[in-house]
């Protein structure tokens, strides 16, 4: 029977969470794992939007006789990245195409969607905290009873299972 309640309705609250793991493991299982597959399709899918812009480029410096390629002194991969980044992740399907192909959504642990300024900084914590803890940072999530890393809860966001929330109509 299809439950036809709102992420706003008492019946998903435990404590104040509206995505609880004792009371909803299915939205939980699997997501690290799926994460991390996910993470490896959108660092592909950043390459293939990285190499299109240096091809942009590229013909822009030969129409302009050599003055465009100075756009190569751009960060370039950061602007790629943070675009695909705001604009998936912050969009109104809530995740990357790499997210939606392994079934995981991205929500604030009140049960609303982020928006591409939020999705940029979940992006910019996680390189920081990459390039600093190195893998370590990984490692908050197998303690965490939301599978949740520390971009997440610095942001208080929550990355679930979107199957779930699709068959509850959230």
Same mark, same amino acid.
């Given at each position: *029977?299809? !439950?036809?309640?709102? $992420?706003?309705?008492?019946?998903?609250?435990?404590?104040?969470?509206?995505?609880?793991?004792?009371?909803?493991?299915?939205?939980?299982?699997?997501?690290?794992?799926?994460?991390?597959?996910?993470? !490896?399709?959108?660092? !592909?899918?950043?390459?293939?939007?990285?190499?299109?812009?240096?091809?942009? !480029?590229?013909?822009?410096?030969?129409?302009?006789?050599?003055?465009?390629?100075?756009?190569?002194?751009?960060?370039?991969?950061?602007?790629?990245?943070?675009?695909?980044?705001?604009?998936?992740?912050?969009?109104?399907?809530?995740?990357?195409?790499?997210?939606?192909?392994?079934?995981?959504?991205?929500?604030?642990?009140?049960? *609303?969607?982020?928006?591409?300024?939020?999705?940029?900084? $979940?992006?910019?914590?996680?390189?920081?905290?990459?390039?600093?803890?190195?893998?370590?940072?990984?490692?908050?999530?197998?303690?965490?009873?939301?599978? %949740?890393?520390? *971009?997440?809860?610095?942001?208080?966001?929550?990355?679930?299972?979107?199957?779930?929330?699709? %068959?509850?109509?959230?």
């Amino acid at each position: *029977q299809e !439950i036809a309640m709102t $992420h706003y309705d008492d019946a998903y609250r435990s404590d104040g969470l509206v995505f609880d793991p004792a009371r909803e493991p299915e939205l939980f299982d699997g997501v690290l794992s799926k994460r991390f597959f996910a993470c !490896i399709v959108d660092a !592909i899918l950043i390459g293939v939007f990285l190499a299109l812009a240096a091809l942009v !480029i590229f013909a822009i410096g030969v129409v302009t006789l050599g003055i465009g390629w100075f756009l190569f002194a751009l960060p370039l991969f950061a602007i790629v990245a943070l675009l695909y980044i705001a604009l998936t992740l912050g969009g109104p399907k809530a995740a990357t195409p790499g997210m939606r192909m392994m079934g995981v959504t991205i929500r604030s642990t009140d049960g *609303q969607r982020i928006g591409p300024i939020i999705a940029a900084a $979940h992006a910019l914590i996680f390189w920081f905290s990459m390039s600093v803890l190195t893998p370590f940072v990984l490692l908050v999530g197998l303690f965490s009873n939301r599978k %949740r890393l520390l *971009q997440d809860m610095l942001l208080g966001t929550v990355i679930l299972n979107n199957d779930p929330l699709v %068959r509850t109509r959230r």
